[in-house]
């Protein structure tokens, strides 16, 4: 038996009746994996810039002299020259009174000129191992007391939420993909026991179980792949969407032979598919031509 001839057998009379099923099964599957993935992508890249930004941040907490409520604009001009003159420092920020004011929960104005606020002020360092000069900076505010907190200090608990959301969502994924290859498995098993005469004259014709097995998994895949593109363009262009609207960012830290962000996306969720598609008919191959040999061609 020819090849051609066995495949066009396999196809009409094995999962002939299955093709809707399987479509909309793989479209139904394949979407939810793609947003999984694509949200997985998109927090990846988020999770890691935010902390890697935030790492590298410091804030300084610069108290007024004795008899002064807030630090004179002559020592701000002086830190800001500073700041401006150090290569270690990427950009930097002063919190103004209308800021501080709104951070601490202040309405009466009056109330808040009459309190001894300090010198807030957000340094952004171009080095994660880098510490501020608070000699130099003592010297430049003319002794004032002056505080550094880094904030790769607070992190250790949000770095690990952040582990467990990957975490998360990583497994729901894969719980899909288990459940998808589960179902497609019982599909296969059910359909063979279902025509295990016509299996029998296949084997008198000359097929066997490798030949059977290949011929039978690409016909599968013919029917599943048109559902899995569909799938996987639809959550492409909805997840587009969303970003869009919703401002979310992108994994420019990931985007691959200088692409735009979208491309990116684009190409990184095509060989996610493809990696799982391919996965898939690796195991099912197997599966059926262990199935094939240890019930029908013993």
């Known amino acids: 038996m020819s090849k051609d001839s066995l495949s066009r057998i396999l196809n009409k009379i094995l999962l002939s009746n299955e093709t809707k099923l399987l479509s909309g099964l793989s479209f139904f599957i394949i979407s939810l994996l793609s947003l999984h993935f694509i949200f997985y992508l998109n927090f990846y890249n ?151 005469k016509f299996l029998e004259i296949i084997q008198i014709m000359g097929a066997d179980s490798k030949s059977i097995s290949l011929n039978l998994i690409q016909a599968l895949m013919k029917k599943i792949l048109p559902g899995a593109l569909l799938g996987m363009i639809f959550i492409n262009l909805t997840s587009t969407l969303i970003i869009e609207i919703f401002k979310v960012p992108l994994n420019s830290s990931l985007s691959i032979f200088y692409m735009n962000d979208y491309l990116s996306n684009l190409f990184l969720l095509i060989l996610f598919v493809f990696t799982i598609l391919f996965l898939l008919f690796s195991y099912l191959l197997i599966y059926l031509y262990y199935f094939l040999e240890k019930r029908f061609f013993v």
């Open 46 to 196: 988020f999770s890691g810039n935010w902390l890697s930004k935030e790492s590298k941040t410091v804030t300084l907490q610069i108290t007024p002299m004795q008899n002064e409520k807030r630090v004179k604009e002559s020592v701000k001009d002086e830190l800001v020259v500073y700041f401006s003159s150090e290569k270690s420092i990427t950009n930097y920020e002063i919190f103004d009174d209308q800021k501080i004011k709104d951070i601490i929960g202040l309405n009466d104005l009056h109330s808040f000129s009459s309190i001894r606020i300090p010198l807030l002020i957000k340094l952004n360092m171009a080095n994660l191992d880098y510490d501020i000069d608070l000699k130099k900076l003592i010297d430049l505010t003319g002794g004032s007391v002056i505080k550094a907190h880094y904030h790769k200090e607070d992190l250790f608990e949000i770095n690990d939420l952040i582990y467990r959301v990957k975490l998360f969502i990583f497994l729901f994924g894969t719980v899909f993909l288990i459940l998808f290859i589960f179902l497609l498995t019982l599909l296969l098993k059910i359909t063979f026991k279902t025509n295990y």
